[in-house]
Nanobody, 122 residues
Framework: QLQASGGGLVQAGGSLRLSCVASGGTFSSLNVAWFRQAPGKEREFVSG????????NYADSVKGRFTISRDHAKNTVYLQMNSLKPEDTAVYYC?????????????????WGQGTLVTVSS
């Protein structure tokens, strides 16, 4: 079970850190990703991290601004979001996949958190 948190209201240029905490299972053996869905838009991939945390990938729209990391001891994956823009406004979801192949497609992920809302004001 995944629990996402850390969303909120922030002004453009500000920062937020999202957390995805896993309970039960073997979280450390799963690839984890963040997706987001803005109002009226399709869900899109934001960032992913491999099981051991070495490999990371980002959507072009967030490269250089967002950083994904994980803490195995805490069963947590983080998404540090800096220089936020109004277009980053969305519900952010974390997801975990048992497949060893990192994917940017939502269908590749087996478990999903409930989402946390990020609102960036201009």
């Amino acid at each position: 079970q995944l629990q996402a948190s850390g969303g909120g209201l922030v002004q453009a240029g500000g920062s937020l850190r999202l957390s995805c905490v896993a309970s039960g299972g073997t979280f450390s053996s799963l690839n984890v990703a963040w997706f987001r869905q803005a109002p009226g838009k399709e869900r899109e991939f934001v960032s992913g991290i491999s099981r051991i945390g070495v490999n990371k990938n980002y959507a072009d729209s967030v490269k250089g601004r967002f950083t994904i990391s994980r803490d195995h001891a805490k069963n947590t994956v983080y998404l540090q979001m800096n220089s936020l823009k109004p277009e980053d406004t969305a519900v952010y979801y974390c997801a975990a996949a048992s497949s060893p192949i990192m994917s940017t497609y939502g269908k590749a992920y087996d478990s999903w958190g409930q989402g946390t809302l990020v609102t960036v004001s201009s």
